[in-house]
Structure formats: structure tokens, C-alpha cells
T-cell receptor
Framework: AQSVTQPDIHITVSEGASLELRCNYS??????LFWYVQSPGQGLQLLLK??????LVQGIKGFEAEFKRSQSSFNLRKPSVHWSDAAEYFC???????????????FGQGTILTVHP | KAGVTQTPRYLIKTRGQQVTLSCSPI?????VSWYQQTPGQGLQFLFE???????NKGNFPGRFSGRQFSNSRSEMNVSTLELGDSALYLC???????????????????FGPGTRLTVL
């Protein structure tokens, strides 16, 4: 069964510092990969996605992520964090087309980001 | 274009009752998925509907059920509520049809704000 691991439950950074949130997946082939962000009491907003092609993908709000097949990782990065980035971040995977789980996302446990002024 | 809407946003029920949650997908989207979010278990997949048919179901008891209507709106029902059912229930819709054919490869799911269910 596919699984997603986000090793860091909570990360604290200072405003203006760089950020990297880790995500590792376990799956036999290359899944579709996503990063979502959730503010308190809100739903999930898609930051970026990777389906194929260029392994460095750009997303909204200045975020980017790099897919590394050899490490089964899809880490999220941002060069300079803003206070408004404080939220919970979720990595998710979906099986490729041809399976039965077209609409099923498997999520990591999430990483809570705190930003200090 | 309006986003995914979920109603109600908040619900308080007591053990043993049943509850129905509603989700209206983005116009044109044909697939609706439901997720349960709790502090202990995180985000867990409940089920997915496409063209009024359940395509996939997560590992939840039969007390959890759902359906999808011809306009793609979806409802989920939880019967005989238990304290552990307290959670944020999220609905997501995705665009899966192009030229009358389902296109699954490049789906991305758009989430609604969720329904916060509290079981007392």
C-alpha cells in the first residue's frame, strides 16, 4: 500500500528565513504528488503538483518542490518565509491513471509551520 | 467560478444520532471525494463518487455512506454516531471529463472548507 511520510511534525522558522518541508513516499511507481496548505479551520489549498516532466515544480505563493525519484522524496521549499505562511502543510500522493483510485489521495501526517517575527 | 461548498459548516450531534453532510462541487466537476480529518488519524479517505457511482471506498465502517446525484452534488451520511466520529469532514471535487470522456491523468482535487462535526 502506498504511504506518505512527513518526518517533521512541527517546524519553526524566522520570517525571511528559507524553508524546506520534507516528504517521502512509498510506492512502486511514480505517483502523482501534491502539496496542500491548510490554515486553521479551513479546507486544503493546493500549492503545487507533480505529474511528470521537469522534477522542479513551481507553485503558488512562491513555493517550489523537487521530485527526487532515487530518494522517493518530494520536498517543499520556499526561499524566504512570510508570517502569513504559518499553517499546516500536507504532502499527498495519488495513484497514476489506470488504477482504481482516481480520486483517492493518501496524505502525510502534516507539518505545522510556525513563523517567528 | 464558485469553489466547492459544504453545508452545514458546523454540526453538533449526540451519540446514536445520524447526520447528513452535503457537498456541491465546482461547476463542471464530476468526481467528488470525501475525507475525514482528526488530530489523531490525520486525513483519511472515505469514498469517491463519479457519475453517481461509488468508485472507491476507504477503510471505514458501514455506518459511513454516501451518494452522488445527477448534478454531481454529493451527500455523506453517518448513522449511529459515536464520539470518535467528531472530525472535520472535507469534500473535494475534480474535473474528470473532457470531450465526454473521463480524463483521470491530470486531476487535481479542489477542497471545500469542511463541515466540523462534534458528537457529544
Amino acid at each position: 500500500a502506498q504511504s506518505v511520510t512527513q518526518p517533521d511534525i512541527h517546524i519553526t522558522v524566522s520570517e525571511g528565513a528559507s524553508l524546506e518541508l520534507r516528504c517521502n513516499y512509498s510506492y512502486g511507481a511514480t505517483p502523482y504528488l501534491f502539496w496542500y496548505v491548510q490554515s486553521p479551520g479551513q479546507g486544503l489549498q493546493l500549492l503545487l503538483k507533480y505529474f511528470s516532466g521537469d522534477t522542479l515544480v513551481q507553485g503558488i505563493k512562491g513555493f517550489e518542490a523537487e521530485f527526487k525519484r532515487s530518494q522517493s522524496s518530494f520536498n517543499l521549499r520556499k526561499p524566504s518565509v512570510h508570517w502569513s505562511d504559518a499553517a499546516e502543510y500536507f504532502c499527498a500522493v495519488r495513484l497514476e491513471a489506470g488504477g482504481t483510485s482516481y480520486g483517492k489521495l493518501t496524505f502525510g501526517q502534516g507539518t505545522i509551520l510556525t513563523v517567528h517575527p | 467560478k464558485a469553489g466547492v461548498t459544504q453545508t452545514p459548516r458546523y454540526l453538533i450531534k449526540t451519540r446514536g444520532q445520524q447526520v447528513t453532510l452535503s457537498c456541491s462541487p465546482i461547476s463542471g466537476h464530476r468526481s467528488v471525494s470525501w475525507y475525514q480529518q482528526t488530530p489523531g488519524q490525520g486525513l483519511q479517505f472515505l469514498f469517491e463518487y463519479f457519475s453517481e457511482t461509488q468508485r472507491n471506498k476507504g477503510n471505514f465502517p458501514g455506518r459511513f455512506s454516501g451518494r452522488q446525484f445527477s448534478n454531481s452534488r454529493s451527500e455523506m451520511n453517518v448513522s449511529t454516531l459515536e464520539l470518535g466520529d467528531s472530525a472535520l469532514y472535507l469534500c473535494a471535487s475534480s474535473l474528470v471529463v473532457a470531450g465526454g470522456q473521463p480524463i483521470f491523468s491530470f486531476n487535481e482535487q479542489f477542497f471545500g472548507p469542511g463541515t466540523r462535526l462534534t458528537v457529544l
